[in-house]
């Protein structure tokens, strides 16, 4: 019988972050995943910023989560040696008016250290205005999720196969999952949760996004433009 301290169902980006968080406290875990299993965390662009767009307001604990993201992340890429943090421009499209004035205003006081002031007018569309948000920057989920994986598997701290909920029996005050004993599961499944037969009484309902790489020579950009959908550069003239 292999014991551990938990076991952790899911292997995308709240999988790989509990598991640190634990393994960090010296407790020993065991992951659980399937490759063939969709996961949005490898599809996600993993992109931040620190705005509540419909006010120009700091989001809830943003300076906090800010300076967390940063140790952490800063911690991973040293024990997987990759990139993963990566800071990045950030530009909203602007509408003049009402918006335009806002932005100006919140970026001149409370939120100087977060927002550049007078949005340049933009090239396409040219009837808006493009305004810089700073602190911004992406998560590269596919290569933390690929290498954090690996650095478990070197670790035989992984398993790549389907959880069968059915099999998970409690014992006094353990859990037993076919030949592995732990005191506690933490399910990181994401929209897989629906599925879930243990969580079965929550109100869950999946949310869906699609995502489409394009490859655009001729648009030359270097940043992220949001409004209502993003495009996120890759390089070699693919974007997201």
Known sequence: MKKVDYIIVGGGMAGVLCAQQLRNKQQKVLMITDPSTPSASYIAAGTWNPI???RYILSWRAK????????????????????????????KLVTPGNELTLWNQQSSSEMKDFMVPNPEQATFPNDLYLGEIKQTG???????????????????????????????????????YHDIQCQGVIFCEGAHSVNNPHFSWLPLKPAKGDVITISAPALKQSFILKKNIFVLPLGEDKYQ
């Not at 800010?66 to 950030?90: P, R, S």
């Not at 998560?139 to 992984?158: R, T």
Request: glycine share 2%.
């Open 64 to 91: 906090e989560f800010l300076a967390e993201m940063k140790v952490q992340y800063g911690e991973l890429e040293k024990l997987l040696d990759a990139e993963i943090y990566q800071t990045f421009q950030v530009k």
């Open 52 to 54: 509540a767009f419909k």
């Open 138 to 176: 992406r998560i590269v989920l596919n290569v933390l999720i690929d290498k954090y994986h690996q650095y478990l598997k070197d670790q035989n701290e992984i398993l790549f196969e389907k959880f069968n909920h059915g099999d998970l029996v409690k014992n006094d005050n353990k859990w037993t």
